[in-house]
T-cell receptor
Framework: DTAVSQTPKYLVTQMGNDKSIKCEQN?????MYWYKQDSKKFLKIMFS???????INETVPNRFSPKSPDKAHLNLHINSLELGDSAVYFC???????????????FGPGTRLTVL | KNQVEQSPQSLIILEGKNCTLQ??????????LRWYKQDTGRGPVSLTI?????NTKSNGRYTATLDADTKQSSLHITASQLSDSASYIC???????????????FGRGTQLTVWP
């Protein structure tokens, strides 16, 4: 049973394209996240989201947008892809926002995005 | 300067040996500190979560310690196994001027390699 799943695992595309990464969690959690991990393995949170609040990291370009069709899904849409967007993107979930107590986060396997 | 610094950057040990990884932080006030293990090509997995009132927490062969006065944490791995080879990431939860909820501050990780 996969708790947090992402598709695709690998995504290779050209500059200027628009792409989406899908994420699903079957843990019944209320909160989901998107992270970016660069080539130096540095993790940065991009979005924290539940059905009431969206918290956006101020450094995230507005070309990136999260879309949640329901509580179990949080997809990441990226418009006008740039070379610097190449990274591994991780989805995660937790019962409530991590900031509210010691909510444990569960991560997906990651999507490696390569922009040519 | 990153508010969470980990050392060493990389470490090689022989199977069966013990090792200790360090995490120093300047985040203040601090809510909790987490250690994650990230295997190559996978998402991070939570090992421990500690609040400021906890000094030590164990998870199998992993023991995390916290000194909130000196703002230091360590992760001790006992009787290392080949499967311990991974990146170990220290994450501190603290305030965020842009959000009343706060944010996560990530270290860059220690890459541990266990040789047979």
């Amino acid at each position: 049973d996969t708790a947090v799943s992402q598709t695709p695992k690998y995504l290779v595309t050209q500059m200027g394209n628009d792409k989406s990464i899908k994420c699903e969690q079957n843990l019944g959690h209320d909160t989901m996240y998107w992270y970016k991990q660069d080539s130096k393995k540095f993790l940065k949170i991009m979005f924290s989201y539940n059905n009431k609040e969206l918290i956006i990291n101020e450094t995230v370009p507005n070309r990136f947008s999260p879309k949640s069709p329901d509580k179990a899904h949080l997809n990441l849409h990226i418009n006008s892809l740039e070379l610097g967007d190449s990274a591994v993107y991780f989805c995660a979930s937790s019962q409530d926002f991590f900031q509210r107590g010691n909510n444990e986060q569960f991560f997906g396997p990651g999507t490696r995005l390569t922009v040519l | 300067k990153n508010q969470v610094e980990q050392s060493p950057q990389s470490l090689i040990i022989l199977e069966g040996k013990n090792c200790t990884l360090q995490c120093n932080y300047t985040v203040s006030p601090f809510s909790n500190l987490r250690w994650y293990k990230q295997d190559t090509g996978r998402g991070p997995v939570s090992l421990t979560i500690m609040t400021f009132s906890e000094n030590t927490k164990s998870n199998g062969r992993y023991t995390a310690t916290l000194d909130a006065d000196t703002k230091q944490s360590s992760l001790h791995i006992t009787a290392s196994q080949l499967s311990d080879s991974a990146s170990y990431i220290c994450v501190v939860s603290g305030p965020d001027r842009g959000s009343t909820l706060g944010r996560l501050y990530f270290g860059r990780g220690t890459q541990l390699t266990v040789w047979p």
